[in-house]
């Protein structure tokens, strides 16, 4: 009884605090998440993919400088099947489905599970590794129940969200929780995009492409992630936010088969607290433009180096990411304004969003199989190639785009920038395939590697 006395004393000041009370109504006490899982839940489904993959079959002595030779082609490339599961979310009434890229992104075989087990094959209309998203199509389908988009720049932290998926193959199932944090990294997803809303709600693989929903209904994001080292869900996990689900969307339907995303042209460092002072900013923020490309939009726009981007269309930004997440979704616009501090004033500049252009020509070649490195292939940089090879700004000459079977042999990795291959300077695709066309026993490659010098022979 003084036990039970003591904890009385001690739990009411807490109650009186939280304003705590008891229900009052049987509606109170029947209070639940199922009206909404019954609204939100038939639009989710369960993803089954087929990948085909090539192996081959290794011996001991494949790698051996000497007997590797005798080796080539002593086993063929066996077929082999490997099953994907996961999960998706519809948005549309005529079968527009998203999901993560990894789960159905090289996959020849998809199979789509409804939530009254009806099943429908799909096909990609759109796919992106590095955003980790794919727009499907189910087939010959439609009047189905789908989740709204709701603009993800206006979900909150604190906010109660549902998580569903199929994890672990179980069937579709529920999770509640909270939103933990925005603009989160997450850990690295392609080129600055790795842009998340955080949630406590259990995501656990075979989540993956499931939905996050907010309280009424609407889609806030697509479960891709969790932060985990066991494997299983510690109250860490990640959602594409819904904005750029809608900017993918808009492409889908306007024809692409791959995401095309604006090209800044431009280098930055986050303003931290230290730079903020040298600003004379009141708190650190914004994006200090640490170098540009000449052919830039920025550049063009009259960016210069040492301008700091504060917001874009509004949304204030706080690493390189945010800023490229806030222009990828303006893309199908053709402009962002970007709000410039430049000598302790800001103003809006108008930036037009556009790809990287293919200027000069990229020319790319392929050595053929009777050459000294069959397969090797090399391109001209340009700032395409620039974007999709992650290569400095400043960048120029000719790159290696594949190793084909023997470039790893000899030393070489896909990015290298070749320079000089005996004695005789690379200016050209061509000129490098015709150097290694000649090349003979003690061949000289001089090559640009991650800015440092690298010299190789073979």
Not at 49 to 56: C, G, L, P, Q, S
Not at 373 to 392: D, H, K, Q, T, Y
């Amino acid at each position: 009884m003084k036990h039970l006395i003591a904890l009385l004393f001690c739990v009411t000041p807490l109650l009186a605090g939280a304003q705590t009370r008891l229900p009052e109504s049987r509606a109170e006490i029947s209070l639940s998440f199922a009206p909404l899982v019954r609204e939100t839940a038939p639009a989710v489904v369960n993803i089954y993919a087929k990948v085909i993959t090539e192996t081959r079959q290794r011996t001991p002595f494949m790698n051996d400088p000497f007997f590797e030779r005798f080796f080539e082609g002593f086993s063929q490339p066996q077929p082999r099947v490997q099953n994907s599961l996961g999960s998706g979310v519809i948005l549309s009434d005529d079968g527009i489905v998203v999901s993560n890229y990894h789960v159905v992104g090289q996959a020849t075989d998809i199979r789509v599970v409804l939530n009254d087990r009806r099943e429908y094959d799909a096909r990609v209309l759109l796919g992106d590794a590095e955003s980790d998203l794919a727009i499907l199509q189910l087939e010959g389908i439609d009047g189905l129940p789908f989740l709204p988009l709701r603009d993800s720049g206006s979900v909150e932290v604190g906010e109660l969200v549902l998580a569903i998926g199929n994890p672990f193959g179980v069937g579709q199932t529920v999770s509640s929780g909270i939103v933990s944090g925005l603009a989160r990294s997450g850990g690295s997803n392609g080129g600055g995009l790795g842009y998340f809303i955080q949630t406590d709600a259990p995501i656990n693989p075979g989540n993956s492409g499931g939905a996050l929903v907010d309280m009424m209904g609407r889609l806030i994001g697509v479960n891709t992630r969790i932060l985990s080292r066991s494997g299983g869900s510690n109250g860490i996990g990640f959602a594409i936010p819904s904005d750029l689900i809608a900017a993918f969307v808009a492409q889908a339907e306007a024809g692409n088969d791959r995401f095309i995303r604006p090209w800044a042209g431009a280098t930055g460092q986050v303003v931290d607290a230290d730079m903020a002072e040298m600003l004379e900013l009141d708190r650190p923020g914004g994006i200090i433009i640490a170098g540009l490309h000449p052919a830039s939009p920025l550049s063009e726009a009259g960016f210069s180096v040492g301008d700091v981007v504060i917001a874009v269309d509004g949304a204030e930004v706080h690493s390189p990411g945010e800023m490229l997440f806030h222009m990828g979704l303006a893309h199908t616009k053709g402009t962002v304004v970007m709000t410039r501090l430049r000598d302790g004033a800001l103003s809006d500049v108008t930036v037009a969003m556009r790809a990287p252009p293919e200027v000069p020509a990229r020319d790319a070649v392929t050595l053929p199989e009777d050459a000294s490195l069959p397969g090797l292939a090399f391109s001209r940089i340009n700032p395409a190639v620039i974007a999709e090879m992650r290569l400095p700004l400043e960048a120029e000459g000719v790159v290696i785009t594949d190793l084909g079977r023997l470039g790893a042999r000899v030393g070489l990795r896909v990015g290298d920038i070749l320079q000089v291959i005996d004695r005789r300077a690379i200016a050209t695709p061509n000129d490098a395939a015709d150097a290694l066309r000649e090349a003979r026993r003690g061949t000289r490659v001089q090559a640009l590697r991650s800015g440092a010098r690298v010299t190789l022979r073979f």
